[in-house]
């Protein structure tokens, strides 16, 4: 099998993958966060397992991208900068921002979200660095144009959607509160939509099969935890706001 084939049958098992993650997580929340439960086997602090499951997205990322042909190139470089925007800060930022103190992760969940990530990694870092062949003009594409608008649109919302989560508690305080402001004015769970934009961006500015995979995936993972979020926030607090969706506004 050479590598093109490979690196394509690889794509079409993530892709695949999408279904039955979708339908597992539609069954069960991930035991995580405010979901968090027994019964997951060993846990680790939340801030070690988050670095531990997203690492691979940077370092092996990086690792991918330095041994292709392209890698000096200006369009690949490009692309480059924009994935580890997002994920120097998912993996070793966000970790210490959130108020993570006695909280833990199970360590499966730890460990089956850093797998995922080293082959989703492979794949979108082969194909912008070696195996996709970009030409100069690139930038000036409208699908790369308009993708970038759609990935940075994305990643303003996960930003502030994230900063809006953060602010809720005072230091030393716990418990939960009603999210409020920007787009929490329409849904509850924006920082997943924002997640959903940015790698739909991903995919039309790399024009890729890879970037598509990651973004229906995405959207397979992250659209059940929104609608669990929404339910927990209804069966919590009396007062959530009748009208708020889950996770597109005035749709679902």
């Not at 801030?47 to 991918?64: L, N, Q, S, T």
Request: net charge positive; proline share 8%; aromatic share 14%.
């Amino acid at each position: 099998m050479t590598e093109p084939e490979l690196h394509r049958a690889v794509v079409l098992a993530l892709l695949a993958l999408a279904v039955p993650t979708f339908a597992f997580l539609m069954w069960k929340t991930a035991p995580y966060g405010r979901h968090d439960r027994a019964g997951w086997g060993p846990t680790v602090p939340s801030r070690v397992g988050w670095i531990v499951m997203e690492h691979p997205a940077v370092i092996g990322f990086v690792a991918v991208f330095a041994l292709g042909r392209y890698r000096a190139e200006l369009v690949p470089l490009l692309l480059l900068a924009l994935w580890q925007l997002h994920y120097v800060h998912r993996t070793f930022i966000f970790p210490f921002r959130i108020r993570a103190t006695g909280k833990r992760m199970p360590l499966v969940v730890a460990l089956t979200g850093a797998l995922f990530n080293a082959a989703n990694a492979y794949v979108n870092a082969r194909w912008i660095s070696h195996l996709g062949d970009y030409p100069a003009g690139w930038p000036t594409d409208p699908r790369f144009l308009a993708g970038v608008a759609v990935f940075a649109a994305g990643l303003v919302m996960n930003l502030h959607a994230d900063t809006v989560l953060l602010r809720l508690r005072a230091p030393g305080e716990t418990g939960y509160r009603i999210p409020r402001g920007g787009m929490y004015r329409w849904i509850t769970s924006p920082n997943y939509l924002g997640e959903i934009l940015e790698w739909c961006g991903w995919a039309l500015l790399t024009w890729s099969l890879a970037g598509a995979a990651f973004a229906v995936y995405t959207a397979a993972n992250l659209a059940p935890r929104a609608l669990a979020n929404h339910a927990w926030y209804r069966a919590r607090f009396t007062d959530y706001p009748p009208d708020r969706r889950a996770l597109v506004p005035f749709v679902l």
